[in-house]
């Protein structure tokens, strides 16, 4: 996003890709075998998780695994769509832990699986719309991040959750090649009703299994009214403060990116049209469809009224 390029894959971009998909389809033998081999290798450490449905699912088509998996935006691992799913296995995600803090009764340092036992996990079938003009319908696997700040005991003056991504160059090639594309930690903030809103969650997992480290394992917020970068991917730290926390893409260019960052297609990026957006794996190359972009991606009917009153124009 940082990058000046247009704010859509151009098709020159999406056809390898999509070669490469329709080829897959068409491989036979002795290559498909080694391919399997591969895709074994994945699925022996991606772990199943029983979760049972939200009712707060939408019912659109899910997003083909492979798509979402394969093109995804992790800034830690490069800036091309394709460098998380290509690059992000070096990631050590056990042992893990998540430090809560600030403004809280019981700040401590969680596990994982401490964190994990905070709420039942469930399915949560989410749209997910990237600023850029993109869009997937998820399946998610995760609970409230309510859970987790009722746990550690918000005290009253606490007005904001900070989080923050891990930071390992060793493990993650785009904190430490010659070209950093963002001031690392990747930090990201919600308003606590934000926060506490039942549709703001802590994913662990998605179709079924365990997180793939390119899409944050081994714990991200999904926001699902907001563009998709406030949805922090490996989450190692959450603290409840008083003021507006900094978060990374406001901070590296304030006129295009803002704090509340809510999905709305009357309210353009500086740069391009927020009106609609293209569903990965609608269409390719010149035959893109593009649907209409919804108010808060769709969920304003349980959100909007977090924002009565406030210019959404000037708050973007
Ligand atoms: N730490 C971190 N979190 C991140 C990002 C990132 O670069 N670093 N990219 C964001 C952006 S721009 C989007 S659109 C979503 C993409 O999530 P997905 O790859 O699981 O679809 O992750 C968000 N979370
Ligand atoms: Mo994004």
Redesign the pocket.
Known sequence: ?LIRRPPDIASSEITPKELYLRRREFIGGVVAASVLGAIGVEDARAAKIDAAKSPLSTTETVTRRED?TTY?????FGTGKDD?GRKAHTLTTAPWSVKIDGLVNKPATYTLEDVLKSAPLEERIYR?R???GWS?V?PWIGFPLAAVLNRAGVQSKAKYVAFE?LVRPAEMPGQSGLFQP?PWP?VEGLRLDEAMHPLTILASGMYGESLPN???APL?LVVPWK???K????IVAIRLVETQPPTTWQTSDAGEYGFFSNVNPEVDHPRWSQATERRIGEGSGLFVKRRPTLMFNGYADQVASLYAGLDLKANY
Do not use: D, H
């Open positions: 996003m979402a995804n935006n992790f800034y830690e998380p997910l990237c600023v850029e997937m998820i991504t963002l990747y390119q899409n944050g991200r563009y998709g970068f949805s922090i991917k490996s």
